[in-house]
């Protein structure tokens, strides 16, 4: 079935496994189905977990097809990315901000007990400041595109920066895996990953629309302006990032610069 929204065509299922848009016509067969008597509440209930399971699962396929074709060729399939592809973008997002978080709470795991409120101090409050951290950039770029008078909406500049941050949400995978296993080089992977993302990524992003015009903003300048905007909001949101960055970086040092 075609989905709406993307024009994809899918095989079956509930909503699309390339943008999870609902495909309307799957859904409504379903919701008319009847049952006998008694049963009916119950039998629209199961049916309603059963969409719900079918929805995850169709949505999990879609995106793991999403994240290795753009693990492959990232600035490629970045390029081509628009707000179809925004719940995808926003899954990236998420991942990639809840990985520094919860590998420096598992790592601090042994001594959580002498930090104040650890669970919010060191995994919810730098969650939040990153997910905030993350779209603040995205913003950052939109408006380098709108000075340069490039059409192209917020949805659109967003969803192409978070499919951007696809591997550096692969660097994060293996900091948290070289974390399980004890291995103090995962301090180095989460070092490159965020500071990857903040300086590489955001270039890049610019780069996919002004590539091939001569009128806007240079890319270098637009590149410094999306820069300093960076880390004027990293200095704004010191409570909430500066602790988590400081474990990184301390971490980083200590472990794996051996004269530090």
């Not at 590998?103 to 042994?110: G, P």
């Not at 291995?183 to 955001?202: E, K, Q």
């Not at 970086?249 to 051996?258: D, L, M, S, T």
Request: net charge neutral; charged share 15%; proline share 5%.
């Amino acid at each position: 079935m075609k989905c709406p929204n993307c024009q994809y065509e899918n095989d079956s299922g509930n909503y699309c496994i390339k943008c999870g848009t609902p495909l309307m016509e799957n859904t409504d067969s379903k919701d008319q189905r009847e049952f006998p008597g008694g049963e009916q509440e119950n039998g629209q209930q199961t049916v309603q977990d059963h969409d719900k399971l079918e929805t995850v699962k169709t949505l999990s396929k879609g995106y793991f097809q999403y994240f290795l074709t753009v693990l492959k060729n990232p600035y490629q399939e970045a390029s081509k990315v628009g707000k179809e592809q925004q719940m995808n973008s926003f899954i990236t997002i998420g991942l990639y901000s809840i990985f520094i978080p919860m590998i420096i709470y598992f790592s601090l795991f042994d001594v959580l007990q002498w930090i104040e409120k650890p669970f919010f101090n060191l995994f919810l409050k730098p969650f939040i400041g990153s997910v905030l951290f993350v779209l603040l950039i995205g913003l950052y770029i939109f408006l380098v595109i709108k000075i340069s008078k490039i059409p192209a909406t917020i949805q659109d500049v967003i969803s192409r920066f978070g499919t951007m941050l696809v591997p550096f949400v692969a660097i994060f995978a293996l900091a948290f895996i070289t974390a399980f296993l004890n291995m103090r080089i995962f301090f180095m992977f989460l070092f490159l990953g965020f500071t990857s993302a903040i300086f590489i990524a955001p270039p890049f992003v610019l780069m996919s629309y002004t590539k091939g015009r001569k009128a806007g903003i240079d890319l270098l300048y637009g590149t410094l302006i999306v820069y300093v905007l960076t880390f004027f909001t990293i200095n704004l949101f010191s409570d909430m990032l500066f602790s988590m960055i400081g474990h990184v970086f301390e971490g980083f040092f200590q472990n794996v610069i051996p004269f530090y």
